[in-house]
């Protein structure tokens, strides 16, 4: 749907009006948090305004449009989320001990070794498969970004990772001693 640009403002007003209090209820049942309901309704509504010109035609299938947008903004926030509790807890594991300097030190060096096993590790592989599974364990990249962006497909990103999972999984074996 083309929508002229000097009625966007108005038709964007109007459709804000609309649909806006829906979009916060879903968005409230799905996080059970009104803040941050409203916060990802802000979100997901400068997404709308962003593809203005691709919204359906019908009223029912424009609230289900943004309603799919909102959710996909609540799943980002959700990832975020999981992602800095595993940074977090990454630190907590690794400061736990330091009210036990001897510990802690010693808890510090395990995780520096570790560290440089890993490293190590992903170095021996060749250029290519470092950058994808940096890329994706590193940056948050999915392997289909990832082969869009490198001109690749899917599977050949796929294959790449796995071969440096494979060769991780089998150095951490070794660190701790699982067979």
């Keep these: 749907m083309r929508i002229n640009t000097t009625y ?11 649909t806006y209090p829906n ?57 975020l989320a999981l992602k800095e509790k595993k940074q977090h807890d990454a630190y907590t594991v690794v400061y736990l001990g330091a009210s036990q300097p001897q510990s802690a030190a010693l808890n510090q060096m395990e995780v520096k070794e570790q560290q440089q096993i890993i490293d190590h590790t992903i170095n021996t592989h060749e250029e290519t498969a ?20 490198e001109g690749v497909s899917e599977k050949t990103v796929e294959r790449y990772i796995g071969r440096v999972l494979r060769s991780l999984r089998a150095s951490i074996a070794s660190i701790f001693f699982i067979w």
Aim: hydrophobic letters at 40%; charged letters at 35%.
């Design 23 to 79: 979009t916060v209820a879903y968005l409230e049942k799905i996080s059970n948090n009104k803040e941050l309901s409203r916060d990802l309704a802000q979100e997901a509504y400068l997404k709308v305004w962003q593809k203005l010109d691709l919204l359906p035609e019908t009223p029912e299938e424009k609230q289900r449009y943004i309603l799919i947008i909102a959710r996909n903004c609540f799943l980002d926030h959700l990832k």
């Design 130 to 149: 470092r950058r994808y599974y940096l890329l994706n364990r590193e940056e948050g990249f999915t392997y289909k970004e990832i082969a869009l962006m």
């Design 8 to 18: 966007s403002a108005m038709y964007f007003d109007r459709l804000f009006k609309e």
